[in-house]
């Protein structure tokens, strides 16, 4: 049985510290692959900040393209509206019932999970993998686990992983002000934002 690691978010850009985190936590925990999955249009974030989702696809598939450990998926551009975990997990599972999913979110995120759409039937279809900070209590985040657990019957296993003060965020403001994004995007992405002047002004 494939074990898949699947990390989605909105990769607006997509910046070396996403990467980072897939490729240590496929380490870690011995996954095949890991499958990007960029959100078609997220009910968590204002859309006016956010490029079109086949932009943001592109750039994740360009990051990607050299590493036969990671892939690109449009599952979720391809349904449109709004995006939704649970949805997407068991989309996966009934397209590949042979293969074992761990869906990787920030450890932060455990604290919310209760809220999100239908959390019962994402715990029910895939492991979570959560990384956790250096700076992280990590007591507040074994009781947070062991409360999901019990709750949902959630299976979760914590990953400590480095600090990296990097965000999208940051990047699409370096780009406004005219500063470097070298070494914090992949070079094929930076040279794609640069050939379609994206992030240049407010509100794309």
């Known amino acids: 049985m494939k074990r898949i690691g699947v990390m989605g978010g909105t990769f607006n850009p997509i910046h ?6 897939a490729e240590c936590a496929r380490d870690e925990f011995s996954l095949d692959q890991i499958w990007l999955i960029p959100t078609a249009c997220s009910y968590m974030k204002k859309q006016e900040d956010i490029l079109a989702p086949k932009e ?5 598939e360009l990051a990607v393209s050299d590493n036969e450990k990671m892939r690109c998926l ?7 509206g709004y995006t939704y975990s649970y949805e997407t997990m068991e989309e ?9 999913f761990f869906f990787l979110v920030g450890a932060d995120c455990l604290f919310s999970m209760e809220s999100w759409k239908c959390p019962q039937r994402l715990f029910q279809s895939c ?4 990384a956790v900070r250096e700076d992280a209590d990590m007591g507040k985040m074994e009781a947070k686990k ?3 657990s019990k709750a949902f019957g959630a299976r979760i296993h914590l990953f400590a992983f480095r600090n990296i003060e990097l965000s999208s965020t940051e990047i699409r403001e370096r780009i406004r ?16 934002i640069e050939e379609k ?4 002004n407010e509100g794309n």
Do not use: C, N
């Open 16 to 21: 070396i510290g996403h990467l980072m985190l």
């Open 146 to 148: 062991q409360e999901l």
């Open 127 to 130: 492991q979570i993998i959560a």
């Open 92 to 100: 996966l599972g009934k397209s590949f019932p042979e293969t074992e």
């Open 74 to 80: 449009d599952l979720e551009i391809r349904r449109g």
């Open 197 to 200: 002047g994206f992030y240049k």
């Open 177 to 192: 002000f005219g500063k470097s994004i070298r070494y914090l995007v992949p070079d094929r992405v930076i040279s794609y």
């Open 56 to 60: 943001r696809y592109h750039m994740a």
